[in-house]
């Protein structure tokens, strides 16, 4: 006979494990809920969600517009009242139909800016000068600064540089050296310290090295390349600045080749090797200042061998346009010094006042102490040199207001006629103009009563 297996039993699967019975067991024993537990549990979590949802909804309601125009869904009407509709609303009227032809008139405003912003700060008489020939020295040349840190930036994407606004006016200008120059400034970009970058309120990630090009890499070719672009040489000097960041009053941290004391605002050694070569191998030097801060430009002024200064600020996106146009002459410079550009900016009064000063019992609060009070820039200077404190002549390069033009002007008093102690007065002046470039705009004003002025060009 042969044996067969025996059979589980209903209460044991296969195994002999009896964990069905017990499962059963467990759910016999276990107790329901009473109503109160349950009401207990229950009542918070619904209450939870309902005052969820509530806000959820008072919160779309309250920024249902918004939400809308941020998934790009929705529209929107505006009622005036009986009262609104008899009010005009209209608060401006676009002058353009679009904004790209709103563009192109803001960059005509940027142009006429730049003509009449630039300051012409020397002129020995090489300025203007034909459009021909011409090389740009200085690492500012192939990088341009045109604008500050915080809100002064920019979209440089399309910005016009300096190579560019020379071309447009009619200038060959020195593609080997400027190529040369264009390869060094990308290799040492201002976002990873190779030029001045201010991070906005951020100091301990800002960089202060000016970055010029040192004289000693001036490839062969590019120095070969002079004598076919000899015209003249134009030196761009550039300083970076803005919000956020006061600039270094002591550069010994940044250049290697700093003395003692140099701060950020006077020319540094790599400048002033460059400015040498340039009057080494041109007869016409000029130096174009690219920075919206005044600088200690005296040794400038002073040198015979710099025939021309032009400081064109931080001139935007396309207002370096203008700087082609005024070295052909083709637009007379008029601009005028915005602030006073001192021989010796450590003797300044504010000068002791920059710096990180920080509190001794707040962490992470700085200050300033405005001791000089309303006497800083051309209040200080003329009130110092009326007091007898300072000679101006030495102590001011260049004044507040300050400007030359290619326009000379001579003029003389005619004739002249009074008509007693309560009569007229009658001047009649003649003006010579030595060359009319821009039309002369007269402005005459007086406190008595003039008859007449008669202008004989």
């Not at 300025?127 to 002064?152: E, Q």
């Not at 120059?181 to 970009?189: H, R, S």
């Not at 030097?285 to 200690?296: D, P, R």
């Amino acid at each position: 006979m042969s044996a067969s297996a025996p059979q589980p039993t209903p209460d044991k699967d296969p195994t002999g494990a009896d964990a069905p019975a017990k499962t059963s067991k467990r759910r016999r024993n276990k107790k329901p809920w009473s109503n109160k537990k349950f009401l207990a549990v229950w009542i918070p979590v619904v209450a939870i969600i309902a005052v969820v949802a509530i806000g959820a909804n008072v919160a779309i309601g309250y920024w249902r517009t918004a939400i809308e125009s941020y998934m790009g869904t929705g529209t929107y009407s505006i009622d005036n009242t009986d009262d609104g509709d008899k009010l005009d609303t209209q608060y401006y009227a676009s002058e353009h139909s679009s904004i790209d032809e709103a563009k192109a008139a803001t960059s005509k405003v940027v142009d006429s800016i730049g003509d009449e912003g630039m300051v012409l700060l020397k002129n020995s008489g090489a300025l203007p000068m034909n459009a021909g020939k011409v090389t740009l020295l200085g690492r500012g040349a192939a990088d341009p600064i045109y604008g500050g840190s915080g809100s002064g930036g920019a979209d440089t994407s399309t910005a016009v540089d300096f190579k560019t606004s020379l071309e447009t006016a009619g200038f060959t200008v020195n593609d080997t050296m400027y190529t040369q120059l264009d390869e060094y400034a990308k290799a040492n970009p201002a976002s990873e310290g190779g030029r001045t970058n201010i991070v906005m309120d951020e100091p301990d990630k800002s960089t202060y090295k000016i970055g010029e090009m040192p004289v000693d890499q001036y490839s062969q070719a590019s120095r070969d390349s002079f004598a076919q672009f000899h015209d003249a040489a134009v030196v761009v000097i550039g300083r970076g600045g803005g919000e956020g960041g006061d600039l270094a009053t002591d550069m010994t941290e940044w250049d290697d080749a700093a003395s003692d004391g140099e701060h950020q605002l006077e020319l540094n050694s790599d400048e002033k090797e460059t400015l040498a070569l340039a009057e080494q191998n041109f007869d016409t030097v000029v130096v174009v200042i690219n920075t919206s801060t005044s600088m200690e430009l005296g040794t400038l002024e002073d040198d015979p061998e710099v025939d021309a200064i032009l400081h064109v600020g931080s001139p935007g996106v396309n207002g370096l346009s203008a700087l082609g146009r005024i070295l052909s002459g083709e637009v007379n410079p008029s601009g005028r010094t915005t602030d006073i550009f001192s021989a010796d900016f450590t003797a300044d009064p504010t000068f002791k006042n920059f710096g990180s000063h920080a509190y001794s019992n707040i962490d992470g609060a700085h200050f300033v102490d405005y001791e000089e009070g309303i006497y800083s820039g051309y209040r200080f200077y003329e009130t110092a040199a009326v007091e007898g404190f300072l000679d101006y002549e030495q102590a001011v390069v260049y004044p507040f207001g300050y400007g030359l033009s290619y326009t000379t002007f001579e003029h003389s008093v005619a004739s002249q006629r009074m008509e007693g102690p309560d009569g007229q007065i009658t001047v009649e002046v003649s003006v010579t103009i030595g060359r009319p470039l821009h039309s002369v705009r007269s402005l005459c004003e007086s406190s008595g009563s003039i008859s007449w002025v008669q202008w004989r060009p």
